[in-house]
């Protein structure tokens, strides 16, 4: 098992930062991609930025040039930073992670952290 715990929402004027962090503890040996997912009232969970345990990072094209998502591996935590946010990056964001043991995928997440962004 893999637990999460993300820390760092809150709110902010537009154009504003905010800095997520997501703590990773358990079995953390084999854990490869971790990644932040964002869900607005009334729409579905997205994928906003992920980063492998090598390093290769992958983001959602309306926070390109923004977000930035790193990872201290000897931390076992990852990190959202978010720059220049807007009105409609609010949402709850949700920690993730994968593993895969045997062939076999676990997915795990954490409980969410609420970010808003005034206008």
């Known amino acids: 098992q893999v637990q999460l715990v993300e820390s760092g929402g809150g709110l902010v004027q537009a154009g504003g930062s905010l800095r997520l962090s997501c703590a990773a503890s358990?079995?953390?040996?084999?854990?490869?991609?971790m990644g932040w997912y964002r869900q607005a009232p009334g729409k579905q969970r997205e994928l906003v930025a992920k980063?492998?345990?090598?390093?290769?990072?992958d983001y959602v094209d309306s926070v390109k040039g923004r977000f930035t998502i790193s990872r201290d591996n000897a931390k076992n935590t990852v990190y959202l930073q978010m720059n220049s946010l807007k009105p409609e990056d609010t949402a709850v964001y949700y920690c993730?992670?994968?593993?895969?043991?045997?062939?076999?995928?676990?997915?795990?997440w954490g409980q969410g952290t609420q970010v808003t962004v005034s206008s």
């Open positions: 993730n992670a994968d593993r895969w043991v045997i062939g076999i995928r676990y997915e795990y």
């Open positions: 980063i492998t345990k090598g390093g290769s990072t």
């Open positions: 358990g079995s953390i040996f084999s854990i490869n991609a």
